[in-house]
C-alpha cells in the first residue's frame, strides 16, 4: 500500500460513506493529468457498493468521466471543508487543483485516478453505465480505502446556499433496526 | 392552508433540503389509505427541484409509487428521529403507519398523499419517470411547504449501520462560492 495510514474498507461496508450524503470529491485522471470536481449529488442505488453521481455536462469532469469511465470518490472531512468548497469553484481546465490547494495524490489499486492522502475516505470506482439524459453516471466500487489515523472524523453535507452543515451528534439507534438487523 | 405554521417555500429553493442528503419519509396514497417509507437513497437531478429516490421492488411502496405517480417527500428533524427510523422498520402491508406512530397527516395541494404535520418540511411530488433497472423514480417537485414554526431545525442522516447523524455546525462559506454566486 502507498501510505501506512490507509486501510481497506471491505467492499460491503463502503456504502456507509455515500449514504449519510456528504460533501465527495470526484477525481478523475486523463492522459496522467487528475483533476478533482465538488460534488454533491450522489446516491446509493445498490449495496456492493452501486453508487449515482449527478454531472452537467458544463462540468469540466463529465467528459473525462464519459471518456475513462473511472474515478475516485473522495470523502473529504470538516478540516478540509474550505478547500472542498473552493475545488468546487474553479475548473480543471485551467488549474491544477492538486498543486493549487496543496493536496497529495496517492496512486490508486484499480483505478488510474489517485487517491487524495487528505480525504478521510477513497474509494475507487469503475462506471458501469451513464443515463444520458440526466447525467446520471452509475458506478461500482472496487476498492475503498479509509485513512485510519485520521483524528477528524466528521463529515459534511452542502445545504445549496454556499452553507455547509458538519456532523454533530451521532445517534445509535441500533435496537430499533428489527427489519434491517443484518445491517447493524 | 390546512396547516396555519405552513410556510410555501419557492420551488427555486427547495433543492436546497434535498441536496445536504438527510433520512426522507416518502409518503404515498392508495385507495385513500396513506402510507409512509423511510428512504435514505435520494439525489438531486437538477434543480426545480428534479429529486431521484431509489426504492427496491421489496418495499411496499414500490408497487403504489409506480402506480400512482405522485407523493410527499417530507423531511423529518430531529425531534421524531425514532419514529422516523421505526417507520423503516415495519411495512405498510400491515401497518397504519400514521395511527402507530402518533403522526397527523394534512391534506396536500396537488397529490393526493397527505403531508406530516410533524415534519419540518413536506415535497409535493410528480414521478415523471422510471428508471426500472435501479428502481430509479424521477421526481418533480410541484409544491413544497416548511414549518415556519418548528424549533427543531436540524435534520439528519443514516450511516448505514443502525448509527444516525444529527446536523450539528452550519458552516457559512458564501465568500468562497464565487462560481455559484447565484445560489448565495
Not at 7 to 13: C, D, I, N, R
Not at 34 to 54: E, H
Request: charged share 25%; with cysteine; proline share 5%.
Amino acid at each position: 500500500m502507498r501510505y501506512h495510514n490507509f486501510a481497506e474498507v471491505p467492499l460491503y461496508k463502503a456504502f456507509e460513506f455515500i449514504e449519510p450524503g456528504p460533501v465527495i470529491l470526484l477525481v478523475t485522471s486523463e492522459d496522467g493529468k487528475p483533476n478533482i470536481m465538488t460534488l454533491s449529488w450522489s446516491v446509493l442505488i445498490d449495496f456492493d457498493p452501486i453508487i449515482g453521481c449527478v454531472l452537467s455536462p458544463g462540468d469540466y469532469s463529465y467528459e473525462i468521466l464519459r471518456k475513462t469511465k473511472e474515478c475516485v470518490l473522495a470523502i473529504p472531512a470538516a478540516d478540509i471543508i474550505e478547500k472542498a468548497v473552493q475545488i468546487g469553484n474553479c475548473s480543471g481546465e485551467d488549474t491544477d487543483k492538486f498543486q493549487k490547494f496543496a493536496l497529495s495524490p496517492l496512486k490508486a489499486s484499480h483505478v488510474k485516478a489517485p487517491l487524495i492522502k487528505e480525504c478521510l475516505v477513497n474509494i475507487e470506482c469503475i462506471v458501469t453505465d451513464i443515463i444520458d439524459k440526466y447525467g446520471l453516471f452509475v458506478m461500482e466500487g472496487v476498492k475503498a480505502w479509509i485513512d485510519k489515523d485520521k483524528s477528524e472524523k466528521r463529515t459534511f453535507h452542502a445545504n445549496g446556499d454556499g452553507t455547509f452543515v458538519i456532523d454533530g451528534e451521532i445517534k445509535n439507534l441500533k435496537h430499533l433496526m428489527t427489519k434491517w438487523q443484518q445491517f447493524t
